[in-house]
């Protein structure tokens, strides 16, 4: 399975992004799908994930309120909508995807995308 990832950019604090992750070569719909995180020095961490179904969605404290994970499994595309976006949510976020259910340990996670980076200004 390929990940693909996109949607990144520079954008001020308070604004918005919404990131894109489109899968191929496998059965996108069998997939728990997450988004990941990692800032310089930091190790990367979790920020959302949606079951396969849609019907179960986790996000990390720190997003919970701003961010929201979808999916569209026609399109074998999981979406992150990043709003009220803060200086501290600046990383190259990741797209991330496993059989079973979601996870927040992305040792779990079979499939990653390359990357897309976010960087938020004050």
């Known amino acids: 399975v390929q990940l693909q990832a996109s949607g990144g950019g520079l954008v001020q604090s308070g604004g918005s992004l919404r990131l894109s992750c489109t899968a191929s070569?496998?059965?996108?719909?069998?997939?728990?799908m997450g988004w990941f995180r990692q800032a310089p020095g930091k190790e990367r961490e979790f920020v959302a994930g949606?079951?396969?179904?849609?019907?179960?969605?986790d996000y990390a404290h720190s997003v919970k309120g701003r961010f929201t994970i979808s999916r569209d499994n026609a399109k074998s595309t999981v979406y992150l909508q990043m709003n009220s976006l803060k200086v501290e949510d600046t990383a190259v976020y990741y797209c991330?995807?496993?059989?079973?259910?979601?996870?927040?340990?992305?040792?779990?996670?079979?499939?990653w995308g390359q990357g897309t980076q976010v960087t938020v200004s004050s």
């Open positions: 991330s995807g496993k059989r079973g259910r979601t996870e927040v340990r992305p040792q779990k996670y079979e499939y």
């Open positions: 949606i079951s396969w179904s849609g019907s179960s969605i």
């Open positions: 070569g496998g059965t996108f719909i069998t997939y728990a």
